[in-house]
């Protein structure tokens, strides 16, 4: 039986979704700390656990027990403290997916010293804003050119800015994390004064890329990485001592998600690839067949590229489950991984703002349906709200709201947007937690997604959800991706637009878009079908692989109105 589990669920097993629903609940210590109860603890208990098993596009192979994270860490922690880190302080990584990741972002824990994860793309200017908008005391980078410019850059314009530190490095102007680390000792002692944390207290910042505006800053207290048991156990199924492997970069709320917290609590193994450029998904399948990947989650954009190659030639046979999230996933998608690989993908859904929100926790409770997201999480009171505030019926379209949040504040979700009580009061009080998420249920408790409320396009009177119209043409052999967006129309307000990812051996001749509008026809109501079609060879993404359609809908508004 699990060491950890044992310790924050009264109840690990369940016979039913039902009794999953009414039963589950986590006990939080109150002065919970992921780098001390959950990686110190592990290699208290089991020296030679594996926590991590990391490889590279050159070759490299490192592999890490709990022990070595809390030894490393350790150093850390005393580096980072003789810099005048303390508790409440903030440091963003940029790390890509170095395996000093785990490493700093322990240390930062144990600190009590607030961790903001951020993606390798920011510019000068988005780290300006970050940078300020925190109040950030030290930057840890990879030694990347375009990484290491920008934040050059942007230093002199963050006051609060002391020090720069580089993975990979040495380079002038930098501090050399393991240069510095090994002048430390392994040894580091829990604090038990005013630096010592609580549970409430605020640990990790994720910046959201919402559609408009300037980013927020979501924060999560140290309760947080329990509420991702659900997402590791429950939802990806992750097996103790066996590799699960999620991808992302860690500057996303989805490297919480699959690579460190939950699965670190249930203690499954990481496995991580750090890839390097464009995606390539015969290298990803290699490295699922050479280590023997046993749990698996990836956005559905990579399953659909994924789908292009044969999988024949890889034995992919020590994969137990498969999970994506990111995207809506298209049934297609699954049919086709079920028919060649043998295993359903187990969709979840969720934001930076918590853990998984609702999800096919497996066939053992409840089989997934075509369609379907799944049910709810049992840690969140879940309903779809109406435009007039009032509670969706079964078949009606509402926004996905989690209920009551200020006053019963559910283990796992953010709490608050980080140094700003009007944007937290205005968000978190009243009914509960608006996601800004269109769904439906049906009459057995299954929610179907339909878009963002920004995605939703309304042409004629009716109200269009972009991914039923995406799934249909995923359903053609010629697309292999694609994305439904809203364009201008002078008659009908908006009209439906695909941009379209064609397959190998496939041109975007005319008869091919009457062949693809007269297939959604068919797969869906007639009315939904694109009048406007464009052929690309890739869609605008983010580094988590989620489309970009407000890009989209902002080119062809500025087509519109030039």
């Not at 464009?278 to 989650?297: A, G, H, I, S």
């Not at 997201?373 to 709201?401: H, M, R, V």
């Not at 439906?496 to 001749?509: C, W």
Request: proline share 6%; with cysteine; aromatic share 12%.
């Amino acid at each position: 039986m699990n060491y950890l589990l044992n310790r924050f669920l009264p109840q690990i097993e369940f016979e039913s979704y039902e009794e999953f629903k009414e039963k589950f609940t986590i006990n939080v210590p109150e002065d919970f700390n992921f780098g001390y109860d959950v990686v110190d603890a592990w290699a208290d208990a089991e020296p030679e656990k594996r926590a991590l098993v990391w490889v590279n596009e050159e070759g490299e192979e490192r592999v890490f027990t709990f022990t070595d994270i809390k030894a490393m860490s350790n150093q850390v922690a005393h580096f980072f403290r003789s810099l005048g880190l303390k508790k409440g302080d903030v440091v963003m990584m940029i790390q890509r997916r170095r395996w000093e990741y785990w490493i700093c972002a322990t240390t930062l824990h144990k600190l009590g010293v607030i961790l903001i994860p951020a993606t390798l793309q920011l510019t000068k200017k988005d780290i300006v804003y970050r940078g300020n908008a925190a109040e950030v005391k030290a930057v840890v980078c990879v030694d990347d050119d375009f990484v290491v410019s920008q934040m050059e850059a942007a230093a002199p314009e963050i006051p609060s800015l002391k020090n720069k530190i580089l993975v990979g490095g040495p380079r002038a102007g930098w501090l050399d994390l393991h240069e510095e680390m090994d002048k430390f000792p392994t040894e580091f002692a829990r604090p038990t004064d005013d630096q010592a944390t609580r549970w409430n207290d605020i640990m990790l910042v994720y910046f959201t890329s919402g559609t408009t505006g300037m980013p927020k800053l979501v924060q999560h207290n140290f309760a947080h990485p329990l509420g991702h048991i659900v997402t590791a156990k429950y939802w990806q199924h992750v097996e103790e001592n066996k590799l699960h492997m999620s991808v992302s970069d860690s500057g996303w709320a989805k490297f919480g998600w699959g690579k460190i917290y939950g699965q670190w609590i249930c203690g499954a193994t990481i496995f991580c690839y750090d890839m390097v450029g464009k995606f390539d998904p015969k290298k990803l399948l290699r490295k699922v067949e050479q280590y023997k990947v046993t749990t698996f989650c990836v956005p559905p954009t990579m399953y659909r590229f994924m789908l292009q190659e044969d999988l024949s030639q890889f034995d992919l046979s020590s994969l137990h489950h498969c999970a994506t999230a990111g995207e809506p996933l298209n049934p297609e998608v699954v049919k086709q991984w079920k028919e060649k690989v043998g295993h359903q993908i187990y969709e979840g859904f969720g934001q930076s703002e918590g853990p998984v929100l609702i999800a096919n926790f497996g066939s053992e409770w409840f089989e997934p349906i075509q369609g379907s997201t799944g049910k709810p999480n049992p840690l969140f009171d879940i309903q779809l709200i109406d435009a007039y505030g009032e509670p969706c019926e079964d078949g009606e379209e509402g926004s996905l709201t989690i209920i009551d949040v200020k006053h019963h504040p559910p283990v796992g979700l953010f709490t608050g947007y980080y140094k700003s009580p009007e944007q937290t009061e205005e968000k978190l009080s009243g009914i509960g937690y608006n996601t800004g998420d269109v769904l439906w249920r049906d009459s057995d408790g299954y929610y179907r997604f339909v878009g963002r409320n920004d995605d939703v396009i309304k042409c004629s009177g009716y109200r269009i959800g972009p991914f039923e119209v995406e799934s249909a043409l995923i359903a053609h052999p010629a697309v292999v991706e694609c994305a439904i967006t809203g364009v201008p129309d002078p008659i009908r307000g908006q009209v439906v637009k695909a941009t379209i990812v064609l397959a190998k051996g496939y041109e975007g001749t005319p008869e091919l878009t009457k062949e693809l509008q007269n297939h959604v026809k068919k797969l869906t109501a007639p009315y939904k079908y694109p009048r406007v079609v464009e052929y690309v060879q890739e869609l605008p993404k983010t580094v988590g692989g989620k489309i970009k359609r407000a890009e989209i809908r902002k080119a062809d508004e500025e087509a519109h109105n030039a």
